[in-house]
């Protein structure tokens, strides 16, 4: 009998009675890893879906992780896959059980990466508007002939509420299911407000020094700095709108 644990170990000695071909019924071991046997005499078939069925176990092991609603559907999938493919042999039925088990598991993963991207970008948001709270409070008179001071924790806050609109409306779209480092995914969501800010400050300059002719229709002194906030919103909901700007000011840097 040649026992196979989720834990990867060699040999591992499983406490089951085998059958007459060396199986038993698939068990989860006390470490939470999914147990089983490869019948006597394995085809290829069958020795391929064991190793898939052990690789899955692992990563729902790591990333789902033990006892959690998640895990438990994926691990109830797998164990039907390993009984029916490894006990009786119905390898192609097997298969159909394992192939749920892998979709349900990266379903369950792309939820869980998701909202983990999520709270990275709103961490970046709350981040970015406290330093520039801190950067009017410390850094005014270097502020001054550039941007209002006033208005610039304003501009911040505002090119990061469009970022977490922008992913809140696509957030369904957002590919995450193949993304296993929770830090990574975390910077990488922090990071969208954080471009959005550096696109709104250049879009400032760029409209407040009139570099480029942009028509806004035909406001006043008192609302201009509102045009300045919706152009700082548009920065962090889509950034096409900030590289579209910037791509007319390099005509004009370049012609002068």
């Known amino acids: 009998m040649l026992g196979v644990s989720g834990m990867g170990i060699p040999g591992y000695a499983a406490q089951?009675?085998?059958?007459?071909?060396?199986?038993?019924?698939?068990?989860?071991?006390?470490?939470?890893?999914?147990?089983?046997?490869?019948?006597?005499?394995?085809?290829?078939?069958?020795?391929?879906?064991?190793?898939?069925?052990m690789a899955l176990d692992h990563r729902a092991?790591?990333?789902?992780?033990?006892?959690?609603?998640?895990?438990?559907?994926?691990?109830?999938?797998?164990?039907?896959?390993?009984?029916?493919?490894?006990?009786?042999g119905e390898v192609p039925q097997a298969r159909l059980d394992y192939n749920q088990a892998e979709q349900a598991f990266f379903l369950h993963l792309q939820a869980k990466n998701r909202l983990k991207y999520l709270l990275g970008l709103m961490i970046g948001v709350v981040v970015c508007t406290l330093l520039s709270g801190l950067l009017y409070a410390l850094a005014r008179s270097l502020a001054q002939p550039f941007v209002t001071p006033k208005l610039l924790p304003l501009l911040c806050l505002f090119a990061g509420m469009g970022s977490l609109t922008s992913v809140l409306t696509r957030l369904d779209s957002i590919d995450l299911k193949f993304e296993t480092t929770d830090l990574l995914i975390m910077i990488s969501g922090g990071a969208r407000p954080i471009v959005a800010i550096f696109f709104?400050?250049?879009?400032?300059?760029?409209?407040?020094?009139?570099?480029?002719?942009?028509?806004?229709?035909?406001?006043?002194?008192?609302n201009r700095n509102s045009i300045y906030l919706i152009s700082s919103f548009l920065c962090g909901f889509s950034e096409r709108f900030a590289q579209d700007i910037l791509s007319k000011v390099f005509p004009t840097i370049g012609g002068s």
Request: charged letters at 20%.
């Open 200 to 222: 709104a400050l250049v879009v400032y300059l760029i409209l407040d020094l009139k570099l480029i002719d942009v028509k806004f229709g035909t406001p006043t002194d008192e």
């Open 16 to 53: 089951a009675d085998s059958g007459a071909n060396g199986t038993f019924p698939a068990f989860i071991n006390p470490d939470k890893y999914l147990t089983f046997a490869l019948p006597s005499g394995a085809t290829a078939d069958q020795k391929a879906l064991a190793a898939e069925i």
């Open 61 to 88: 092991h790591e990333q789902l992780g033990p006892d959690t609603p998640e895990w438990k559907e994926v691990l109830g999938m797998l164990t039907n896959a390993a009984n029916i493919g490894l006990m009786y």
